[in-house]
Antibody
Framework: EVQLVESGGGLIEPGGSLRLSCAAS????????MSWVRQAPGKGLEWVGR??????????EYAAPVKGRFTISRDDSQNTLYLQMNSLKIEDTAVYSC????????????WGQGTMVTVSS | DIQVTQSPSSLSASVGDRVTITCRAS??????VNWYQQKPGKAPKLLIY???SLESGVPSRFSGSGSGTDFTLTISSLQPEDFATYYC?????????FGGGTKVEI
């Protein structure tokens, strides 16, 4: 059974940096396409970014609001996906979830439970 | 960016009702639409991918249809566990975008 467990969220001041982790079990992360999705309190879902598997090029795409500030990476030895978030803004406050991506339609078929990031002074 | 508009934003229904949720894209997106269900405090769950393919384990009362710009998610006979918020997502072009959600209430 595939499981994704996010961690690393917390309270951070505007302009600060945070790195979220997504520990995967039941799959080899280097072979998986993965994404990050966020949800601000009481709001809808917002796609953050997606990275292809290493075998497919390991390239990433990002949403406009986070492009240049957020970076997706992975540590194969730890089977862990990361979301490095820099220059955080108040509007980045949200629950961040990692997902596996599948089926050729960028469908997020397995989700973690999410980790809360609060950007506030 | 491709805008995705869901309607209605909320609806009231009863157990046994047939429910239809619509998703309209600002330009043609072929069949690159996925549908998700989210219950309060829970992670979203994939229901439909590629506009009409049912995710494994999802009850057959859920179905998706459409292509181009107009898509629908249909629940043929609403069950108590189906009261939730539903989101469509276009994955035709980056940035990927979600609809605003449809809350299905009693």
């Amino acid at each position: 059974e595939v499981q994704l467990v996010e961690s690393g969220g917390g309270l951070i001041e505007p302009g600060g940096s945070l790195r979220l982790s997504c520990a995967a079990s039941g799959l080899t992360l280097s072979k998986a396409w993965m994404s990050w999705v966020r949800q601000a309190p009481g709001k809808g879902l917002e796609w953050v970014g997606r990275v292809k598997s290493k075998t497919d090029g390991d390239t990433a795409e990002y949403a406009a609001p986070v492009k240049g500030r957020f970076t997706i990476s992975r540590d194969d030895s730890q089977n862990t996906l990361y979301l490095q978030m820099n220059s955080l803004k108040i509007e980045d406050t949200a629950v961040y979830s990692c997902t596996t991506v599948n089926y050729g339609y960028d469908a997020s078929n397995i989700w973690g439970q999410g980790t809360m990031v609060t950007v506030s002074s | 960016d491709i805008q995705v508009t869901q309607s209605p934003s909320s609806l009231s229904a009863s157990v046994g009702d047939r429910v239809t949720i619509t998703c309209r894209a600002s330009q043609s997106i072929s069949n690159y639409v996925n549908w998700y269900q989210q219950k309060p405090g829970k992670a979203p769950k994939l229901l439909i991918y590629g506009a009409s393919s049912l995710e494994s384990g999802v009850p057959s009362r859920f179905s998706g249809s459409g292509s181009g710009t107009d898509f629908t998610l249909t629940i043929s006979s609403l069950q108590p566990e189906d009261f939730a918020t539903y989101y469509c997502q276009q994955t035709y072009r980056f940035p990927l975008t979600f609809g605003g959600g449809t809350k299905v209430e009693i």
